[in-house]
Each structure stands twice: as structure tokens, then as C-alpha cells.
């Protein structure tokens, strides 16, 4: 196993930036139908979070909320964020997220 070191770091960071560099993904499949959203808010994966929050920033503001399904915390939090969904849904300028954090996203 190498180690990566700060030269290493910088460099892979600006190649990154320039665009000549993609980063390889490791993700559920797509969720389509009605697993795409959990009413009305939508359901990211690895391959869908790029797409979803980094280049639609253009166009509208992105909340992801990363969650696990046994957390309490998490599981307290879900009818909030589904609350928020609902306030913001006319408004087409927010678009309110979830994300499985056991997934692995890189």
C-alpha cells in the first residue's frame, strides 16, 4: 500500500480541478420509479451526487442529509426532512436530498 504525500496530494488536486482527471465511482445502481424519491425527497446514490448536487448548483441550492437507516438520530430527523421537501417543492429554487451513508461514495 502506498502512501500518499503532500506532493502527491496537490498534484492529484490540481489534475482533479483541470478537468483531467474523473474520479472512479463505487455505487448502488441508479434508484428509478418510485425509489428515486422518498415523497418528496429525492434519493441520491454515488453515481447520482455529482449530477444531482455539484452541477445543478447553477440552477438551484442542494440540502443532502447523509443518514443510516438504524440510526435514531437519523430515523428522528426523516419527518423533518420530508417536512422541508414539502415546504420548499413550489419553490423549484431548493432541492431537499438523502443519501445512504453505508454506501460507499468515491
Known sequence: MSVLTHPHTYSLTLTRLAGEATPSLRSQSEPEGRDAS???VRVLVGST???TVLRAAR???TVVMLYVPWCSRSKRLAPEWLALAQRYKRDGGLLVAK?????RVQ
Open 38 to 40: 422518498d415523497g418528496d
Open 49 to 51: 451526487y455529482e449530477q
Open 59 to 61: 440552477t438551484h441550492h
Open 99 to 103: 443519501l445512504d451513508a453505508r454506501r
